[in-house]
T-cell receptor, first 113, second 116 residues
Framework: KAGVTQTPRYLIKTRGQQVTLSCSPI?????VSWYQQTPGQGLQFLFE???????NKGNFPGRFSGRQFSNSRSEMNVSTLELGDSALYLC???FGTGVYEQYFGPGTRLTVT | SQQGEEDPQALSIQEGENATMNCSYK?????LQWYRQNSGRGLVHLIL?????REKHSGRLRVTLDTSKKSSSLLITASRAADTASYFC????????????????FGKGTKLSVIP
Protein backbone atom coordinates (compact mmCIF):
# COMPACT_ATOMS: atom_id res chain seq x y z
CA LYS A 1 0.00 0.00 0.00
CA ALA A 2 1.18 3.53 -0.66
CA GLY A 3 2.00 5.52 2.45
CA VAL A 4 0.61 8.82 3.63
CA THR A 5 1.46 11.63 1.27
CA GLN A 6 1.59 15.31 2.07
CA THR A 7 1.87 18.23 -0.30
CA PRO A 8 3.65 20.49 -0.58
CA ARG A 9 6.78 19.32 1.25
CA TYR A 10 8.18 22.81 1.73
CA LEU A 11 6.49 26.17 1.79
CA ILE A 12 7.61 29.73 2.44
CA LYS A 13 4.95 32.33 3.19
CA THR A 14 4.89 35.86 4.58
CA ARG A 15 3.05 37.09 7.63
CA GLY A 16 -0.62 37.73 7.04
CA GLN A 17 -0.97 35.26 4.18
CA GLN A 18 -2.93 32.05 4.34
CA VAL A 19 -1.84 28.54 3.48
CA THR A 20 -3.51 25.22 2.64
CA LEU A 21 -1.78 21.91 3.23
CA SER A 22 -2.96 18.62 1.81
CA CYS A 23 -2.82 15.06 3.08
CA SER A 24 -3.74 11.79 1.36
CA PRO A 25 -4.15 8.92 3.82
CA ILE A 26 -3.37 5.26 3.32
CA UNK A 27 -6.07 3.56 1.29
CA UNK A 28 -8.80 2.28 3.59
CA UNK A 29 -7.95 4.59 6.46
CA UNK A 30 -10.80 6.85 7.47
CA UNK A 31 -9.16 8.83 10.27
CA VAL A 32 -6.76 11.69 9.57
CA SER A 33 -5.03 13.66 12.32
CA TRP A 34 -2.89 16.76 12.03
CA TYR A 35 -0.01 17.77 14.29
CA GLN A 36 2.27 20.77 14.55
CA GLN A 37 5.88 20.13 15.52
CA THR A 38 8.21 22.89 16.72
CA PRO A 39 11.50 22.69 18.64
CA GLY A 40 10.00 24.56 21.58
CA GLN A 41 6.56 22.98 21.94
CA GLY A 42 7.22 19.55 20.45
CA LEU A 43 4.39 17.65 18.77
CA GLN A 44 1.02 19.23 19.36
CA PHE A 45 -2.30 17.83 18.25
CA LEU A 46 -4.31 20.10 15.95
CA PHE A 47 -7.40 18.10 15.01
CA GLU A 48 -8.71 14.75 13.88
CA UNK A 49 -11.21 13.95 11.17
CA UNK A 50 -13.12 10.73 10.74
CA UNK A 51 -15.59 10.16 7.93
CA UNK A 52 -15.61 13.88 7.06
CA UNK A 53 -16.41 14.93 10.65
CA UNK A 54 -14.07 16.68 13.04
CA UNK A 55 -13.91 14.32 16.00
CA ASN A 56 -11.38 16.09 18.16
CA LYS A 57 -9.64 19.44 18.30
CA GLY A 58 -6.49 20.59 20.05
CA ASN A 59 -5.85 23.90 21.73
CA PHE A 60 -5.15 26.08 18.71
CA PRO A 61 -6.73 29.37 17.64
CA GLY A 62 -9.53 29.50 15.09
CA ARG A 63 -7.02 30.52 12.41
CA PHE A 64 -6.28 26.81 12.13
CA SER A 65 -9.00 24.86 10.39
CA GLY A 66 -9.36 21.68 8.45
CA ARG A 67 -11.68 19.49 6.52
CA GLN A 68 -11.93 15.98 5.17
CA PHE A 69 -13.38 14.89 1.87
CA SER A 70 -15.44 11.83 1.05
CA ASN A 71 -12.32 10.02 -0.21
CA SER A 72 -10.71 10.63 3.23
CA ARG A 73 -8.20 13.13 1.85
CA SER A 74 -7.79 16.04 4.21
CA GLU A 75 -6.69 19.63 4.05
CA MET A 76 -5.71 22.04 6.77
CA ASN A 77 -5.76 25.78 6.41
CA VAL A 78 -3.99 28.45 8.40
CA SER A 79 -5.18 31.99 7.86
CA THR A 80 -3.41 35.22 8.77
CA LEU A 81 -0.06 33.53 9.23
CA GLU A 82 2.17 34.54 12.13
CA LEU A 83 5.92 34.00 12.53
CA GLY A 84 5.17 31.46 15.27
CA ASP A 85 3.30 29.26 12.80
CA SER A 86 6.64 28.21 11.30
CA ALA A 87 6.76 24.49 11.96
CA LEU A 88 6.69 21.00 10.55
CA TYR A 89 3.06 20.03 9.98
CA LEU A 90 2.49 16.31 10.14
CA CYS A 91 -0.51 14.38 8.96
CA UNK A 92 -1.25 10.88 10.19
CA UNK A 93 -3.85 8.37 9.11
CA UNK A 94 -5.26 5.39 10.94
CA PHE A 95 -7.95 2.81 10.52
CA GLY A 96 -9.97 4.24 13.39
CA THR A 97 -9.66 6.82 16.11
CA GLY A 98 -6.97 6.93 18.78
CA VAL A 99 -6.89 3.31 19.78
CA TYR A 100 -5.10 2.36 16.57
CA GLU A 101 -1.52 3.09 15.56
CA GLN A 102 -1.07 6.08 13.31
CA TYR A 103 0.88 6.22 10.08
CA PHE A 104 2.59 9.50 9.47
CA GLY A 105 3.39 11.36 6.29
CA PRO A 106 6.76 13.06 5.73
CA GLY A 107 5.38 16.43 6.77
CA THR A 108 5.17 19.91 5.28
CA ARG A 109 7.86 22.32 6.44
CA LEU A 110 6.23 25.76 6.64
CA THR A 111 8.40 28.84 7.06
CA VAL A 112 6.71 32.16 7.73
CA THR A 113 8.83 35.28 7.12
CA SER B 1 -0.24 20.21 26.69
CA GLN B 2 2.19 17.30 27.00
CA GLN B 3 0.86 14.18 28.67
CA GLY B 4 3.85 11.89 28.24
CA GLU B 5 7.27 13.00 29.42
CA GLU B 6 10.30 11.05 28.21
CA ASP B 7 13.44 10.57 30.19
CA PRO B 8 16.27 11.10 29.46
CA GLN B 9 16.01 13.95 26.98
CA ALA B 10 19.15 12.72 25.24
CA LEU B 11 21.08 9.46 25.33
CA SER B 12 24.36 8.55 23.70
CA ILE B 13 25.56 4.93 23.59
CA GLN B 14 27.98 2.70 21.70
CA GLU B 15 26.78 0.35 18.99
CA GLY B 16 25.86 -3.01 20.49
CA GLU B 17 24.77 -1.59 23.83
CA ASN B 18 21.18 -1.52 25.05
CA ALA B 19 19.20 1.72 25.20
CA THR B 20 16.42 2.34 27.70
CA MET B 21 14.01 5.24 27.50
CA ASN B 22 11.28 6.02 30.01
CA CYS B 23 7.95 7.74 29.69
CA SER B 24 5.68 9.04 32.43
CA TYR B 25 2.14 10.29 32.02
CA LYS B 26 -0.53 11.87 34.18
CA UNK B 27 -4.05 10.65 33.36
CA UNK B 28 -5.65 7.30 32.65
CA UNK B 29 -5.04 5.94 29.17
CA UNK B 30 -6.49 3.48 26.69
CA UNK B 31 -3.09 2.65 25.22
CA LEU B 32 0.46 3.93 24.97
CA GLN B 33 2.43 4.00 21.74
CA TRP B 34 6.07 4.51 20.88
CA TYR B 35 7.22 6.23 17.71
CA ARG B 36 10.59 6.93 16.11
CA GLN B 37 11.48 10.03 14.12
CA ASN B 38 14.58 10.44 12.02
CA SER B 39 15.75 14.01 11.78
CA GLY B 40 13.03 16.31 10.40
CA ARG B 41 10.97 13.48 8.96
CA GLY B 42 7.64 11.82 9.69
CA LEU B 43 7.15 9.52 12.63
CA VAL B 44 7.27 5.75 12.37
CA HIS B 45 5.07 3.67 14.63
CA LEU B 46 7.07 1.15 16.66
CA ILE B 47 4.75 -0.53 19.13
CA LEU B 48 1.36 -0.12 20.81
CA UNK B 49 0.67 -1.46 24.30
CA UNK B 50 -2.84 -1.47 25.71
CA UNK B 51 -3.63 -0.44 29.27
CA UNK B 52 -4.36 -4.05 30.26
CA UNK B 53 -0.98 -5.29 28.95
CA ARG B 54 2.25 -5.21 30.94
CA GLU B 55 4.90 -6.09 28.38
CA LYS B 56 5.23 -6.33 24.63
CA HIS B 57 8.04 -7.33 22.29
CA SER B 58 8.77 -6.55 18.68
CA GLY B 59 12.11 -7.67 17.29
CA ARG B 60 14.81 -5.87 19.30
CA LEU B 61 12.22 -3.70 21.06
CA ARG B 62 10.72 -4.41 24.45
CA VAL B 63 8.07 -2.14 25.96
CA THR B 64 6.74 -2.31 29.50
CA LEU B 65 3.75 -0.50 30.96
CA ASP B 66 3.05 0.08 34.65
CA THR B 67 -0.36 1.75 34.93
CA SER B 68 -0.09 2.00 38.73
CA LYS B 69 3.00 4.19 38.33
CA LYS B 70 1.75 5.74 35.08
CA SER B 71 5.00 4.92 33.37
CA SER B 72 6.37 2.99 30.41
CA SER B 73 9.81 2.05 29.20
CA LEU B 74 11.23 1.25 25.79
CA LEU B 75 14.27 -1.00 25.60
CA ILE B 76 16.25 -1.33 22.38
CA THR B 77 18.66 -4.23 22.57
CA ALA B 78 21.92 -4.56 20.62
CA SER B 79 21.62 -1.04 19.24
CA ARG B 80 22.81 -0.12 15.76
CA ALA B 81 23.88 3.20 14.23
CA ALA B 82 20.63 3.13 12.24
CA ASP B 83 18.70 3.37 15.54
CA THR B 84 19.91 6.96 15.90
CA ALA B 85 16.69 8.97 16.03
CA SER B 86 14.27 10.68 18.40
CA TYR B 87 11.85 8.41 20.22
CA PHE B 88 8.43 9.57 21.38
CA CYS B 89 5.84 8.04 23.60
CA UNK B 90 2.21 8.92 22.92
CA UNK B 91 -0.76 8.26 25.12
CA UNK B 92 -4.27 7.67 23.81
CA UNK B 93 -6.89 9.03 26.19
CA UNK B 94 -10.61 9.07 25.65
CA UNK B 95 -12.90 12.03 26.13
CA UNK B 96 -14.94 12.48 29.32
CA UNK B 97 -17.84 10.04 29.40
CA UNK B 98 -15.98 7.47 27.32
CA UNK B 99 -17.77 8.12 24.05
CA UNK B 100 -16.23 9.63 20.94
CA UNK B 101 -12.71 9.71 19.67
CA UNK B 102 -9.42 9.33 21.46
CA UNK B 103 -6.70 11.94 21.31
CA UNK B 104 -3.06 10.94 20.93
CA UNK B 105 -0.78 13.14 23.04
CA PHE B 106 2.98 13.07 22.48
CA GLY B 107 5.85 13.71 24.82
CA LYS B 108 8.88 15.79 23.84
CA GLY B 109 10.98 12.77 23.00
CA THR B 110 14.34 11.21 23.76
CA LYS B 111 17.12 11.89 21.30
CA LEU B 112 19.15 8.69 20.92
CA SER B 113 22.61 8.71 19.36
CA VAL B 114 24.25 5.36 18.64
CA ILE B 115 27.97 5.72 18.00
CA PRO B 116 29.48 3.18 15.57
Amino acid sequence: KAGVTQTPRYLIKTRGQQVTLSCSPISGHRSVSWYQQTPGQGLQFLFEYFSETQRNKGNFPGRFSGRQFSNSRSEMNVSTLELGDSALYLCASSFGTGVYEQYFGPGTRLTVT
Amino acid sequence: SQQGEEDPQALSIQEGENATMNCSYKTSINNLQWYRQNSGRGLVHLILIRSNEREKHSGRLRVTLDTSKKSSSLLITASRAADTASYFCATASGPPGGAGSYQLTFGKGTKLSVIP
